[in-house]
């Protein structure tokens, strides 16, 4: 069984629908990269797959690990194994981000019927898990993302998910704004992350990303559907002849 | 003298009455609720006490055992406050600490004013009187507290700091949800003084508080206010900081929390006088309205006459941010938590700039119990 299969999925946005009948299925251990032109419905699809509430599911279905994801609060998808990297992580001024993680992590682990991780676990996790991502432990007793620059929001995210371990992670847009050096240590984190237990879903408008997180599949979105699907050689194509001959062979 | 005062003091009530929404500085808070009451003197169990022995340097007597009349009613007028002027005429006996010149006083003095209803509405007017000598260094901290149902606490606190003092003076008001609150902290600050106000209102139905500093040439003075307002409560801040010398900063940070039915005011006065050249003033008033039902009236109130200073204010009205509940929900955090936590967080500069640790504590669990006993 597949860990994430979605069915003719249907989604609105303030009465306009963005996602026309999307069908994916995702085993555990792959990595699959959706792209596809600015309003296609990439960033739509992420943020249904978290919960987000301004968006309506009119038809379809998602089943996450057997169970009805789209009955589950934003919460319990993520107490379930959910992670999506934003494209716009949010700045919290006032929580600083060891005790949001540590609020995180410890609200999963309830979930798991798992005990508090104690404070000398939880800092020698984070530690590790920052040095992963080339990050500065000063960035620790800050306000979540609070006057962060582009990139580091953006290794902040993949901190996170490397310190919360999900089942899915979901990339939306993770590599916009950030130059080749950012992009490198991004990936790499990301790479590292990948296991036979993770699937992954990265979103993105540009090949770029995929040279460095190598995708086991590729699929097209285009007005709100899969109009194409393929190996990692479908990027390079794409990088190739732009999304404009792909959308003609939708229509 | 006091006597005469006294007796000042209550031909001028009763020229004033209580005030109405008619006055200017009454405008958002109707007083009738209190004029409307037929209160009885609480009697002696609610004057101030101490909570502890007084340290080496530090003298705390009863006012009438002591030798105030250079400060008592000399700073706190009651010429265009009714409840100062009824405080001055009707005051029992109340506290005078001093701090004597250059002593550096690192224990927190604490004060304890508890009132209560006995079955019937009650009226105390506590008195304190604080006098920092020059060089001196001190923490105060004034905690209201009650028990029983409608009783009125009116509070009148003077405070003299001396030149180059370093004071830190808390105010917690934790009355109970019916009582009524209102209270005058009149601030007088010596040559380059560091004052620091912490205001912190959390319980009666109806409360006002005005803190009022005049300051010297190089002072160093902060105003920080904390309300926090659920249920039907109103809680309204005033204050004023008289720039009356050159080369003076102050320094304004109120923020509201609102939930439920309840309305706050904030009014910030600053008057820079013509002499105070060099003024550097700044006011924050920030609140975060958790209900659609709940109020918040804010206004500044700039007066300036000198023309080389540097002032600002700026007033904000918000909710919590929808993207940041989601943001921590998509993390695990449930909703609940996630509200509270970016509640608690709205608080955050304010709490942090509490040094006393019980206190901070202890406004950090009635934080917590304040919101959870509004929401469920």
Redesign the interface.
Known sequence: MSLLEIKNLHANVAGREILKGIDLSINAGEVHAIMGPNGSGKSTLAQVLSGRDLYQVTAGEVVYDGKDLLAMSPEDRAREGIFMAFQYPVEIPGVSNLYFLKAALNAIRKHQDLPDLDAMDFLALVKERMALMEMDQSLLNRAVNSGFSGGEKKRNEIFQMAVLEPKLAILDETDSGLDIDALKIVAAGVNALRSPERAMIVVTHYQRLLNYIVPDFVHVLAEGRIVKSGGKELALELEESGYVGIEGEAA | MIDRIREEARQRFSDLGFPTTHDEDWRFTSVAPISRTNFEPSGAGSQPAAASQAAPGVRIAKLSEADVEPYLARYASFQNNAFVALNTANFEDGLFIHIAKGAVIEEPIELIIRSSANGHPTVSHPRILIVAEPDSHATIIETYTGNGGAYFTNPVTEIVAGDHAVIDHYKLQTETARAYHVSTTQIQLGRDTNFRSHSLSFGGALVRNDVNAVLAEGCECTLNGLYLTGGEQHIDNHTTIDHAKPHAASHELYKGILEGHSRAVFNGKILVRKDAQKTDAKQTNKNLVLSEDAVIDTKPELQILADDVRCTHGATIGQL?P??I??????????A??RN??I??????IVDRIKVVPLRERLERILLEKLHGTRN
């Open positions: 941010d993207e940041a989601f943001y921590l929900q998509s993390r695990g955090i449930g909703l938590d996630a936590l970016l608690f967080a709205f608080a955050r500069d």
